[in-house]
C-alpha cells in the first residue's frame, strides 16, 4: 500500500491545498510519496522540504498580500516566511518546531554533507511524518484565521 494511506492527515491535506489551488505544494507532496516508494530518500526529502518552503510562501503572500522576499536562485529563509503568521498568533514553539522539522529534512535531502551516504529508510519516514504533520498544523492554522475574519 501507499505510505499516502499511512498518514492520517493526507485526506485534510490534500483537500485543502485543493480548495486552495496550491497545487505545485501538492505535487512536491505526491513527489514525495513516489520518490519514498521508489526508494529515493534523498529525492523524497528535497520534495519534501520544497512542499514546506512552497506552503510556507503562500501562506506568506496570502496573509501578506504581496510576494514573499525570495531572492532567485536561493532557498528561501523559512523563518522570514513565519513571520506573518507569527504576527497573527502561530505562538513561538509552533515555529521554532516547523524550523526544526525544516532543517531536519534539509539535511537529509544534502547527501554531500553526509559523506554521500543517503539517509535510511527510517530517518525519512520520520521526515515524511514531520513534514505531513507541520502542513497540516500551517493549514489549520490557516483555516482558524480564514474562520475568524
Excluded at 505526491?30 to 516508494?37: D, G, Q
Excluded at 501562506?59 to 510576494?67: D, M
Aim: aromatic letters at 6%; glycine letters at 4%.
Amino acid at each position: 500500500s501507499r505510505i499516502s494511506a499511512q498518514i492520517p492527515a493526507w485526506s485534510f491535506i490534500e483537500r485543502k491545498l485543493r480548495e486552495l489551488n496550491w497545487s505545485n505544494v501538492l505535487r512536491e507532496l505526491n513527489l514525495a510519496i513516489s520518490a519514498f516508494e521508489e526508494n529515493r530518500m534523498s529525492d523524497c526529502c528535497n520534495n519534501l522540504r520544497m512542499a514546506l518552503i512552497t506552503l510556507l510562501a503562500k501562506i506568506y503572500e496570502l496573509l501578506e498580500g504581496c510576494p514573499p522576499p525570495i531572492e532567485p536562485g536561493k532557498t528561501p529563509n523559512p523563518r522570514s516566511l513565519l513571520k506573518p503568521m507569527q504576527k497573527l498568533g502561530l505562538d513561538d514553539q509552533s515555529s521554532k518546531l516547523i524550523l526544526g522539522i525544516w532543517s531536519y529534512v534539509s539535511e537529509r535531502a544534502h547527501i554531500e554533507k553526509r559523506g554521500g551516504q543517503p539517509p535510511s529508510r527510517r530517518e525519512v519516514k520520520y521526515g515524511l511524518q514531520l513534514i505531513f504533520s507541520s502542513i497540516e498544523c500551517l493549514l489549520n492554522f490557516l483555516t482558524e484565521l480564514r474562520n475568524k475574519s
